[in-house]
């Protein structure tokens, strides 16, 4: 019972690199969602899908794009990475008929430098 | 959504009874009152969830006034494993389509022995 995967657990990148972080829910969820937290602050919404096919952006959309790949995934690309980028990037899922619970990945560490 | 406001921290001792409130002075008739805990260098994780009086579960308990412009988390006899971070949310699950939820810094709580 895998619930919300993501990969890589961490990562270190140079200002410029690009990447995609993975996310895979296995509960049959529609709605999916990527925050980031930085450190001592709560999670801002980057992006969300709120079913298959569909995306949007959240609080903090610049310098990232999404992609809803099918049911199951739903990566998370950073084009050409910045040092404000440096985060800890979680996934979370949530079923239409959830009220507000969502399930949260272990997240990613990433570090720009 | 709803703002909320939380205490930045708290401070107890093992064995002590954790009551943490959160304001939601604008809650909307449709909303629900959400809790997440989140430990170090993890995802957060649903607590528990209400919409009015009390809830409770194997974890905590929920109190919600008649008025619902607030909300007490209270967690029984708190061990060491309970320091977390505590996060409050508000909104309506069944908003036709799409929630997001909105993280605020949430409270702190740390359980000394």
């Known amino acids: 019972n895998a619930g919300v995967t993501q990969t890589p657990k961490f990562q270190v990148l140079k200002t410029g690199q690009s990447m995609t972080l993975q996310c895979a829910q296995d509960?049959?969820?529609?709605?999916m969602y990527w925050y980031r937290q930085d450190p001592g602050m709560g999670l801002r919404l980057i992006y969300y899908s709120a079913s298959e096919g569909t995306t949007d952006k959240g609080e903090v959309p610049n310098g990232y794009n999404v992609s809803r790949l099918n049911k199951r995934e739903f990566s998370l690309r950073l084009e050409s990475a910045a040092p404000s980028q440096t985060s800890v990037y979680f996934c979370?899922?949530?079923?239409?008929?959830?009220?507000?619970?969502?399930?949260f990945g272990a997240g990613t560490r990433l570090s720009v430098l | 959504l709803a703002k909320t406001t939380q205490p930045i921290s708290m401070d107890s001792y093992e064995g002590q009874e954790v009551n943490i409130t959160c304001s939601h002075n604008n809650i909307a008739t449709n909303d629900y009152i959400t809790w997440y805990q989140q430990f170090p260098s993890q995802g957060p994780r649903f607590i528990i969830q209400g919409y009015k009086t009390k809830v409770t579960n194997e974890v905590a308990s929920l109190f919600i006034p008649a008025d619902r412009k607030s909300s007490t988390l209270s967690l029984p006899r708190v061990s060491l494993s309970d320091t977390a971070v505590y996060y409050c949310?508000?909104?309506?699950?069944?908003?036709?389509?799409?929630?997001?939820?909105?993280f605020g810094t949430g409270t702190r709580l740390l359980v000394s022995p």
């Open positions: 949310l508000v909104g309506d699950p069944l908003n036709t389509g799409f929630q997001k939820l909105v």
């Open positions: 979370a899922s949530r079923t239409a008929v959830a009220k507000n619970i969502q399930y």
């Open positions: 509960m049959n969820h529609n709605s």
